[in-house]
């Protein structure tokens, strides 16, 4: 009689071809994701006693690995449309297949947000203990804090445009995703230089949230002895729309290197490989995004200088990672392991 461990081992070694093709048609941005996620598992287990909710953290990284290992594979049948597909199920199928391609997306926010749990995790007895070097870096680089002085010279007008600029970082984030899948021209999806556009702007968010857990700092709108004195912003939709997004989603202590500027320039780089002109007006944006970092307040003048060197990091290893098209990894996918 065949035991239980026997059976088990012979199912295993059934799966394994596909599992390990399944890692094999993994593209650049997937390996990044279940990275950073394991990297944050790693750093929730080894700092458990001061990182609230591990246990939370480590199940929904672990979950997150293995949705990523169970999604059907790019470039495979089940993209394919027919033309005997009711409109219902074609529509359905440009969903998913859209929502496959650009999943990365919508992890941003919960990357983002959890880093409140993780933020002094390897410094609980010295909370906050970066900042300090923040605020003299800008010091001797500027003779001042350039948050400060920049704000204080302005006036409500200039304050809403700031804002509005520290606002586009949504849209821009948004929309540079679109333009990098559909194109301009509408020729097909995904757009030429589409993954190389994505695998960059993750890259850049990642590269920045890493260091939130060891440089732990704040940005000069929560030091109360930096604030006091200064005028409180002006402006009618964008400073206030801000200020509310700021109090609901805000996490304090990940500030170095900023992930706004980070991101935005990493896409706006990523763009740049295949679409030149969009990347000149994205970058004229990012360009106004990163002064609004400063002007509103939120971030440190090094935070921004570190943003940008993180995005060109991260925009020269998303090109090299990204010179082999998904489609020549779904090639080598056996049979077994499409989903079609």
Do not use: K
Not at 57 to 67: C, D, K, S
Not at 110 to 124: D, G, I, K, M
Not at 130 to 152: H, I, K, M, N, W
Not at 210 to 226: D, K, N
């Amino acid at each position: 009689m065949v035991s239980y461990f026997e059976r088990t081992i012979g199912r295993a070694a059934r799966e394994a071809p596909v599992l390990t093709a399944r890692f094999e048609v993994w593209t650049a941005v997937d390996w990044a994701i279940a990275l950073y996620a394991t990297y944050v598992a790693v750093v929730a287990v080894l700092f458990r006693e001061t990182v609230a909710q591990w246990p939370s953290l480590l199940v929904w990284h672990a979950a997150l690995v293995i949705a990523l290992l169970l999604m059907p594979p790019r470039g495979a049948a089940w993209e394919q449309t027919s033309a005997d597909d009711p409109a219902w199920r074609t529509w359905l199928r440009l969903t998913a297949r859209f929502l496959r391609y650009t999943y990365p997306a919508l992890l941003l926010t919960p990357f983002f947000e959890e880093v409140a749990l993780t933020v002094n995790a390897a410094s609980p007895g010295s909370p906050y203990w970066f900042e300090s070097y923040l605020l003299a870096a800008d010091r001797a680089l500027f003779g001042g804090t350039p948050a400060v002085l920049l704000s204080q010279a302005g006036w409500p007008l200039l304050d809403e445009v700031m804002h509005a600029f520290y606002f586009g970082y949504y849209p821009l984030i948004t929309f540079g995703i679109i333009v990098a899948w559909r194109g301009w021209d509408r020729r097909g999806t995904p757009g030429p230089g589409f993954h190389t556009a994505m695998t960059c702007m993750m890259l850049g968010f990642f590269l920045s949230y890493i260091w939130y857990p060891f440089l732990p700092a704040r940005g000069p709108w929560e030091h109360s002895e930096i604030m006091t004195g200064l005028r409180p912003f002006g402006g009618w939709v964008f400073t206030r729309v801000i200020e509310v997004i700021i109090a609901g989603a805000a996490v304090s202590g990940g500030c170095f290197p900023s992930a706004h500027v980070s991101g935005t320039w990493a896409l706006t780089f990523g763009l740049a490989f295949s679409r030149p002109r969009t990347a000149f007006w994205f970058g004229l944006f990012a360009l106004g995004l990163s002064v609004a970092c400063v002007y509103t307040r939120y971030h440190h003048a090094v935070d921004v200088f570190a943003g940008l060197t993180v995005a060109a990091v991260a925009a020269a290893a998303g090109y090299l990672l990204t010179r082999r098209a998904p489609s020549e990894r779904t090639a080598a996918l056996p049979a077994a392991a499409q989903i079609v």
